[in-house]
């Protein structure tokens, strides 16, 4: 079948770069020829508020229609709708970790950084989310994606539940850079020990 979507077929990008193997290619015929053809779509205007490091998500099928789920360093996550930019709905998970505080790295405030990862079979949406408090803590997220509601048994104080060889799993010592995975509907999330 190769790499091309064909008129009206739906082509989805449910995590970063669209492949287990992040690669970065979605379709075979989007060539840099193609591309010099591209024009921006003056009938879109989604707007959202603070920072975004992460990829925005699109998929189709939902009851609103195609649907772009968009996070920001300010911990909020927004769907929009794809054709015109509407928000479909919008959460905010609390107070992202200051400036000046004990977060490495130069993301300034630090909230949700990593590109989340939509899993369509459950239709849940789940990241990582960095939120202020006194430690910081990433707290990892499972939302609807059709509603934004919370998902039963979410979020996971990260550091309440994981560690490794006893090793304590410290927030202030990590960063999420990474994109979530989804596996078999496991939530697989890339945290980076940094310097400090």
């Known amino acids: 079948m190769g790499g091309v979507a064909r008129a009206g077929t739906q082509v989805n990008v449910t995590q970063e770069h669209n492949n287990p193997s992040r690669d970065g290619v979605y379709n075979s015929a989007f060539t840099p020829s193609a591309a010099a053809n591209l024009t921006r779509d003056l009938g879109f205007n989604g707007t959202i508020s603070s920072n975004v490091y992460a990829q925005p998500l699109y998929f189709e099928g939902g009851p609103s229609g195609p649907m772009i789920i968009a996070v920001t360093e300010s911990n ?6 794809a054709t015109s930019g509407t928000v479909i709905w919008q959460r905010d998970l609390g107070t992202p970790a200051p400036a000046g505080s004990p977060c490495p790295g130069n993301i300034i405030p630090v ?6 990862v939509v899993d369509l079979a459950s239709r849940s949406l789940f990241f990582d989310s960095m939120v202020s408090g006194n430690p910081n803590k990433h707290f990892m997220y499972s939302l609807n994606v059709d509603t934004g509601g919370t998902n039963a048994g979410w979020p996971v104080d990260v550091n ?3 560690s490794y060889n006893g090793i304590p799993f410290i927030s202030t010592l990590q960063e999420q850079r990474g994109q979530s995975r989804s596996c078999e509907r496991d ?3 890339g ?4 310097r400090r």
């Open 111 to 116: 909230g949700i950084t990593g590109t989340p």
């Open 160 to 162: 309440a539940t994981a």
């Open 191 to 194: 945290l980076l020990g940094l």
């Open 76 to 81: 909020n996550v927004y769907a929009l709708n």
């Open 187 to 189: 939530c697989l999330r």
